[in-house]
């Protein structure tokens, strides 16, 4: 509102010296035509006093004298002055061949003058109108584009953790689309959030409390009776056991409050064909040690992106290490790396059993095949995607026997930038 009653007060103004300056021109330019006319025809020579005449080539209004004055600069002057109630617009116009001789044309512009006063209330009134309207109008639409920010306020101040729903954009104005998009996207967010942490601290207390009962029961059973040594080492083994998975496990879920802190990570730009050497590098000694080969499939040669290194790390780290577990002895495990006009894909093949698609491989504590583990891997690596913006799928291979993992990295989503190389 402030701006539009600047910009309409600047105009005015602008209109209005315009207006005036239009309005005198042609008075002026009038005078100083007949003044030079004036001057031309007359003979210095025969000027021995001051006096007043009249010209036919003058209008009426205009009065003409020639006067003496003998300090005045020789320039032609306007002058405005008042005489009365009367305002005049004289011209002072040197007699060249005379030292002190000038023509003076004096023509009255008092009805000049109040048609432009005129003018001026016109265009304080339109100007006082205009600002009404633009203040009734912003006002207006200050509580009409209040109504859905309200409503979208009272319906998130009514939400928590028990009662989360999406907001209907259907009924939201046009402009406020977007904002209704991302509160649903955060909703979203916020829902897959609670949910995987209801699982994580339902999984965690049974996965835990089942090793302690266990424990607890072998060594009330060792306890029944006196046994051999052998049989208390047993237990004892057994309870180190134990107690390394449960170390394990909680090792895992300290993991996911490192990655939650990650998710704050400040995004960084990274050449993301230069990061998959460099990690895969690290990689290949990692599956050496297994007795397994690692291989690097490069369909573009540079790619720039910015993200949060973190959490592609531990995405990656996660599809290589269940790679390498499930791979057999000598096989090979690829990686590949492929742009597409929406999307930067990386794989991760092996050549192991393959998975059961039917199952939830993405929940909390769940173990598929025989090669241990706490069931958190593929669940930390979803939180991380999710928390990127990326897409993370998991399935068998169609060209011969093993498994999949694929990071989906959309381009929209990340700012990425492809840039060739020369």
């Not at 016109?122 to 100007?127: G, P």
């Not at 309200?150 to 953790?161: C, G, S, T, V």
């Not at 910015?306 to 531990?314: E, G, M, N, V």
């Not at 780290?317 to 269940?322: D, G």
């Amino acid at each position: 509102m402030s701006a539009s009653a600047t910009l309409i007060v600047i105009f005015s103004a602008i209109l209005y010296q315009t207006i005036k300056i239009s309005i005198f021109e042609t008075i002026t330019s009038s005078l100083k035509e007949n003044a030079v006319l004036i001057e031309r025809e007359t003979k210095p020579a025969l000027i021995t006093r001051e006096y007043a005449f009249i010209h036919p080539a003058l209008p009426p209004e205009i009065r003409a004298k020639v006067v003496f004055l003998p300090k005045k600069n020789r320039a032609v002057e306007l002058k405005q002055h008042a005489q009365g109630k009367q305002q005049l617009l004289s011209i002072f116009q040197p007699i060249w061949g005379h030292e002190e001789a000038f023509i003076v044309l004096t023509q009255e512009v008092t009805q000049t003058d109040k048609m432009l006063d005129r003018i001026l209330r016109n265009i304080l009134l339109i100007n006082l109108s205009a600002i009404f309207l633009i203040l009734f109008y912003a006002l207006f639409l200050s509580r009409m584009l209040l109504v859905p920010i309200k409503i979208l306020a009272n319906k998130l101040a009514n939400m928590n953790e028990t009662f989360l729903r999406s907001v209907d954009i259907d009924t939201l104005p046009e402009e406020f689309l977007p904002l209704g998009k991302g509160i649903n996207r955060l909703i979203d967010r916020i829902q897959t959030f609670v949910k995987y942490q209801k699982e994580l601290f339902i999984g965690t207390a049974h996965e835990l409390k089942t090793p302690l009962a266990v424990m607890k029961t072998k060594n009330e059973v060792t306890l029944l009776r006196p046994r051999e040594a052998e049989k208390y080492v047993e237990a004892l083994q057994s309870n180190i056991q134990a107690i390394n998975e449960m170390n394990a496990m909680i090792g895992a879920i300290l993991e996911i409050g490192r990655q939650e802190g990650a998710q704050f990570e400040e995004p960084v730009s990274i050449d993301l064909v230069a990061f998959l050497q460099e990690r895969v590098t690290n990689f290949k000694i990692l599956a050496h040690q297994e007795g397994k080969k690692i291989e690097l499939v490069l369909q573009t040669s540079r790619y720039t992106i910015t993200t949060q290194k973190t959490l592609l790390i531990h995405i990656l780290q996660n599809f290589v290490q269940n790679a390498i577990k499930f791979s057999p002895k000598n096989s090979t495990i690829t990686i590949h790396a492929s742009e597409t006009p929406t999307e930067f894909l990386i794989t991760v093949e092996d050549e192991g059993e393959g998975i059961d698609e039917s199952k939830d491989l993405f929940a909390p504590f769940k173990r598929y095949g025989d090669k241990g583990g706490t069931g958190l891997g593929l669940f930390l690596a979803k939180g991380a995607a999710d928390a990127l913006g990326a897409t993370i799928r998991v399935a068998n291979r169609t060209d011969r026997k093993g498994a999949v993992a694929s990071l989906s990295l959309p381009k929209t989503s990340f700012k990425a930038q492809k840039k060739r190389s020369r």
